[in-house]
């Protein structure tokens, strides 16, 4: 599945991960197309949307999102995942410890298996 354009006009799409994707999920990704309109994103970066119900992502609560972006060095050819966290609003968490101390402030707490 696909949604959204990236950024600058160059027709890029964002690609959604094909795993069950619930209505909370996709109004999350709206809100973050509408955030982040103008992010630039390199020629040769893939983006995958994942929630609560992607393999390795379980830990996440309804409507949140992760986003992984593949890009490769054009320097010296190595890959890097980067992975950012969406709340339903679209803000954006940097990491895991950032969303689960935003959990916290609201009295949440993550008890992994």
């Not at 119900?53 to 890009?71: F, I, Q, T």
């Not at 609003?89 to 969303?99: E, Q």
Request: charged share 35%; with cysteine.
């Amino acid at each position: 599945m696909e949604s959204g354009e990236g950024s600058q006009g160059r027709g890029k799409r964002r690609k959604v991960s094909s795993e069950e994707i619930t209505a909370m999920t996709w109004n999350t990704i709206d809100n973050i197309m509408k955030v982040n309109e103008r992010i630039y994103l390199h020629k040769d970066t893939q983006c995958f949307f994942y929630d609560m119900n992607s393999k390795g992502y379980e830990w996440l609560m309804p409507g949140w999102v992760a986003e992984e972006r593949h890009s490769q060095s054009e320097t010296n050819k190595k890959k890097r995942v980067y992975r950012y966290y969406y709340n339903p609003m679209g803000r954006y968490y940097k990491s895991r410890k950032l969303v689960l101390e935003e959990w916290e402030k609201y009295g949440l707490i993550l008890i992994d298996k």
